[in-house]
């Protein structure tokens, strides 16, 4: 591997050395590639592809083929980052066995070098196995979107005293069962930057406050391509949606004008070959 390679011992590195981690999620190989050459620490292909890329209300109807198809493709994109694929609603949940299978997959069939899983005090079992099993794991708490049911929505998580004290004991669970790292999601500040402090893995945050030691987003939210929702924690650093749309607008325009094609758009041949036809 280059020198310059991120990987799950640099997320411990980068910790030690108090640098922060960025990641973004990725879900085809023209991003991967765009995201790898900016520089990005990590690769996220989020189960969120549901919503960005496949148009579902949530994430719950992902499967592990959709996953797997879309992490074979950031794969061939990427060189630098850690990629890491999302394990979708059900891949993790009836089995320990079919938790450590599935995980392999994303190894094996999807290029990937890492899984995510959500989840504290339940999953702790399958984390283990599949740590076991050679591959790492990065944990995931607060806002989990595949508990959107049972949290009755997309709802900030432990602002209570008994809320936030069982996100952190599921932290420490799920350190203590070789997690290399954990996303925070939708969790006070403050509560993200108590959790950091008392583990020795890196905390990832997204809608918890700077006090993580690395934050992810999702790649259309940065880029203001998903127009569906736009959550408080999102910050817009490029409108590209408003910019691709105007593009469209420009193209069809002048389509049906006759402006485009131009000469310089199109290829050409000998006045004289086409006299003989």
């Known amino acids: 591997m280059a020198a310059d390679k991120f990987t799950v011992q640099s997320f411990r590195a980068a910790k030690a050395e108090k640098r922060p981690i960025s990641m973004l999620t990725a879900y085809d190989y023209t991003t991967a590639c765009l995201l790898d050459e900016a520089g990005v620490d990590s690769i996220l292909?989020?189960?969120?592809?549901?919503?960005?890329?496949?148009?579902?209300?949530?994430?719950?109807?992902?499967?592990?083929?959709?996953?797997?198809?879309?992490?074979?493709?950031?794969?061939?994109?990427?060189?630098?980052?850690?990629?890491?694929?999302?394990?979708?609603?059900?891949?993790?949940?009836?089995?320990?066995?079919?938790?450590?299978?599935?995980?392999?997959?994303?190894?094996?069939?999807?290029?990937?070098?890492?899984?995510?899983?959500?989840?504290?005090?339940?999953?702790?079992?399958?984390?283990?196995?599949?740590?076991?099993?050679?591959?790492?794991?990065?944990?995931?708490?607060?806002?989990?979107?595949?508990?959107?049911?049972?949290?009755?929505?997309?709802?900030?998580?432990?602002?209570?005293?008994?809320?936030?004290?069982?996100?952190?004991?599921?932290?420490?669970?799920?350190?203590?069962?070789?997690a290399f790292g954990i996303v925070l999601e939708c969790v006070p500040d403050t509560l993200a930057g108590l959790i950091r402090q008392r583990l020795d893995i890196p905390t990832i945050g997204i809608g918890a406050g700077p006090d993580c030691d690395g934050q992810v987003l999702v790649i259309q939210d940065l880029l203001g391509l998903y127009r569906r929702m736009r959550p408080k924690f999102v910050k817009t650093y490029a409108d590209l949606g408003d910019a691709a749309v105007a593009a469209v607008k420009n193209y069809v325009q002048e389509v049906a004008q006759g402006q485009f094609p131009a000469a310089e758009h199109s290829f050409h041949m000998d006045a004289r070959l086409l006299e003989q036809l």
């Open 45 to 178: 292909v989020g189960d969120s592809l549901g919503m960005v890329m496949l148009g579902y209300e949530n994430t719950l109807r992902v499967t592990m083929d959709e996953m797997i198809h879309h992490t074979r493709a950031v794969a061939r994109g990427t060189r630098k980052a850690l990629l890491i694929g999302d394990m979708p609603f059900l891949s993790y949940h009836v089995s320990v066995e079919e938790a450590v299978r599935n995980a392999g997959r994303f190894i094996q069939d999807g290029g990937a070098e890492a899984v995510k899983l959500e989840g504290g005090a339940a999953v702790v079992e399958k984390v283990r196995a599949i740590v076991k099993a050679q591959i790492p794991v990065l944990g995931h708490l607060g806002l989990t979107p595949q508990s959107v049911n049972v949290f009755g929505g997309f709802k900030v998580q432990g602002k209570d005293v008994a809320a936030a004290r069982n996100l952190l004991d599921d932290a420490l669970l799920l350190q203590d069962a070789g």
